[in-house]
């Protein structure tokens, strides 16, 4: 297990959009370590998914995962089964959003309401260049849109509405989680993820 060094809001690599990975950079032993040194990283730091920009290397690759380390962080949010997007595009099913709260693991101790699409269907290859097509909804499509705006340049600090919603986590946990956990777990029932 290898845990590679988070890169934080401010490096550039952040801001650049990846470039897509080829099938035959995806099959070879180095990419197949860093994919799981990228996964080992996004576990150990309790993370509901990662992208490769966000431990500094610009390759169109993310993982999402919500399991046990991370329920004890995000107790409401759906199981997600680990799941590896190479070259991942997604497209929105509907104009329906709902309101979120998020944080971000380059963005430490910081958290913002913004905006996600309910529905998304992604296209990308697993990690052994097997086509993808994954329709996700409620906290799952809002996780795969997280993480695809990381490979896009984009930061979730850029889609936040309103600057004054931005608390720190135990200022978010002392005024808002209660509430925020209401709403969201009312929203998960609905959706059904």
Not at 95 to 108: F, I, M, Q, R
Not at 125 to 134: A, E, F, K, P, S
Not at 152 to 165: A, H, L, Q
Not at 176 to 186: A, G, L, P
Request: proline share 5%; aromatic share 8%.
């Amino acid at each position: 297990m290898t845990v590679l060094p988070i890169t934080y809001i401010g490096d550039p690599v952040l801001r650049t959009p990846t470039r897509p990975v080829t099938r035959d950079e995806l099959a070879d032993a180095a990419m197949q370590r860093f994919i799981d040194d990228l996964i080992d990283t996004m576990r150990d730091a309790a993370g509901a998914g990662i992208a490769a920009n966000q431990v500094g290397r610009s390759v169109r690759i993310c993982a999402v995962e919500v399991g046990e380390a991370t329920t004890r962080r995000y107790p409401y949010k759906p199981p997600i089964p680990l799941t590896v997007l190479v070259n991942p595009t997604l497209e929105y099913l509907g104009d329906d959003t709902y309101a979120n709260n998020e944080g971000c693991l380059s963005v430490p101790d910081l958290r913002g309401d913004l905006r996600r699409h309910i529905r998304v269907v992604a296209t990308a290859w697993d990690r052994h260049g097997n086509d993808l097509l994954t329709k996700v909804a409620g906290l799952t499509a809002g996780t795969y849109q997280h993480e695809v705006d990381h490979l896009d340049g984009i930061i979730f600090v850029d889609r936040v509405e309103d600057t004054r919603s931005f608390s720190t986590w135990d200022e978010f946990d002392r005024h808002h989680r209660s509430h925020f956990v209401e709403r969201i777990t009312k929203f998960v029932d609905d959706i059904g993820s």
